[in-house]
């Protein structure tokens, strides 16, 4: 079975210092992995993405993310945070590689909340 | 429009009411989902259409129905709703073959 964790609901960082959440998943075969980002009434927006490719992935507003096979993990990392980076972030998990139909498997979420 | 939008934005509806939520893609694509973010829990995949058909209904209630007429819209029929489904109703849409999905703005459904 597919699942995916975020550690951590809710954190806390000061403009300018390191953003780092965490994410884990199981998965039975080699996953695809997804970081996206939810703003207040919106939809969500695509970040970045893992898809076997290298392994450090880079994606938009400076945000990039290291796939570790060994850990099972996925964090998102940005070297400095912006107070416009607020917003929820999910992590996901596809393993219906090779088929027709890509099925998205989401963690809860987590809360960034950023201090000037 | 670009992308996927959603339509209405805010919706509120009394448990007696029927109402649809609409979905529109412009992306080309021809795999279209309907998710449920309700608060503290994970978004939940309740439908996916490919190619037009139904593909998968996750243990949704049959008080949802979902209806995609072609590759670019879907629709979510809503009627005698109970205050639990109060939740933010997200479509989504994806070319097969890709894992990649591209979500809409979503919808805040209140059921008073």
């Known amino acids: 079975a597919q699942s995916v964790t975020q550690l951590g609901s809710h954190v806390s960082v000061s403009e300018g210092a390191l953003v780092l959440l965490r994410c884990n998943y199981s998965?039975?075969?080699?996953?695809?992995l997804f970081w996206y980002v939810q703003y207040p009434n919106q939809g969500l927006q695509l970040l970045l993405k893992y898809t076997s490719a290298a392994t450090l992935v880079k994606g938009i507003n400076g945000f990039e993310a290291e796939f570790k096979k060994s850990e099972t993990s996925f964090h998102l990392t940005k070297p400095s945070a912006h107070m416009s980076d607020a917003a929820e972030y999910f992590c996901a998990v596809s393993v219906d590689r090779g088929s027709t139909l890509g099925r998205l498997y989401f963690g809860r979420g987590t809360q960034l909340t950023v201090w000037p | 429009e670009t992308g996927v939008t959603q339509t209405p934005r805010h919706l509120v509806m009394g448990m007696t009411n029927k109402k649809s939520l609409k979905c529109e893609q412009h992306l080309g694509h021809n795999a279209m989902y309907w998710y449920k973010q309700s608060a503290k829990k994970p978004l939940e995949l309740m439908f996916v259409?490919?190619?037009?058909?139904?593909?998968e209904n996750n243990s949704v209630p049959s008080r949802f129905s979902p209806e995609c007429p072609n590759s670019s819209h879907l629709f979510l029929h809503l009627h005698t709703l109970q205050p639990e489904d109060s939740a933010l109703y997200l479509c989504?849409?994806?070319?097969?073959?890709?894992?990649?999905?591209?979500f809409g703005p979503g919808t805040r459904l209140t059921v008073l």
């Open positions: 259409y490919s190619l037009e058909e139904r593909v």
């Open positions: 989504a849409s994806s070319q097969m073959g890709t894992d990649t999905q591209y």
């Open positions: 998965s039975s075969v080699p996953p695809y």
